[in-house]
């Protein structure tokens, strides 16, 4: 399984931006995305962007859509989340994860095969 790593979370205040990494030790030959996650202490981690590594098409889920922007340098096998104009409803621990394609319904980027978790970074989006 391939192993993810994120870094780049901090704590900012409300209007300001992060932009997250996520490296990628390898993907696996059923595995086409990498997505980004968030959780909040006590619910359920959801989908927020997705990036497919076939043909670079992106998704985002409602909630961050024209605030935040996914990208990828295949040479170095990492994807980055770049946040702007951070709320505190942002806040969250961020993961991201091996998927094997990218998929929107309802508002949201809806996973269809995890792969592998990175092990998260935290954000505070502070008033």
């Known amino acids: 399984q391939p192993q993810l790593e994120e870094s780049g979370g901090g704590e900012v205040q409300a209007g300001g931006s992060l932009n997250l990494s996520c490296t990628a030790s390898?993907?696996?030959?059923?595995?086409?995305?990498i997505g980004w996650f968030r959780q909040v202490s006590g619910k359920e981690r959801v989908g927020i962007s997705c990036v497919s590594t076939k043909d670079g098409s992106t998704i985002y889920s409602d909630s961050v859509k024209g605030r935040f922007t996914i990208s990828r340098v295949d040479a170095k096998n990492m994807v980055y989340l770049q946040m702007n104009n951070l709320k505190p409803e942002d806040t969250a621990v961020y993961y991201c994860a091996t998927d094997r394609g990218c998929y929107y319904s309802g508002g949201w980027y809806r996973p269809t095969q995890i792969g592998s978790w990175g092990r998260g970074t935290q954000v505070t989006v502070s008033l």
């Open positions: 390898a993907l696996t030959s059923n595995h086409y995305a």
